[in-house]
């Protein structure tokens, strides 16, 4: 299943916090990086740990204290 980023939902440009690594997350990293359609991109997951040691760029959430954020966008699959 391919997932779109809800590039209508955020002005272009914005400085983003994507929280979610999992497939959704994933894919919307891939999209925004591929499109440099926002100014920057911070990816945050619970358990940044684990996608960090496979190699992504996730970080904690708490990393997002003291940045400047215009959109925070939550990338899951499911509500729950």
Known sequence: M???????????GSRIVLYGAGA???????????????????????QYEWYSY????????TSIIADETDVVVIAVEKES
Do not use: H, I
């Open 54 to 61: 496979m190699g992504l760029p996730v970080e904690s959430p």
């Open 2 to 12: 391919t997932w779109l980023f809800p590039f209508a939902d955020v002005k272009k």
């Open 24 to 46: 959704v997350g994933y894919q919307f990293y891939n999209q925004l990086r591929t499109s440099k359609y926002c100014e920057d991109v911070k990816w945050v997951d619970g």
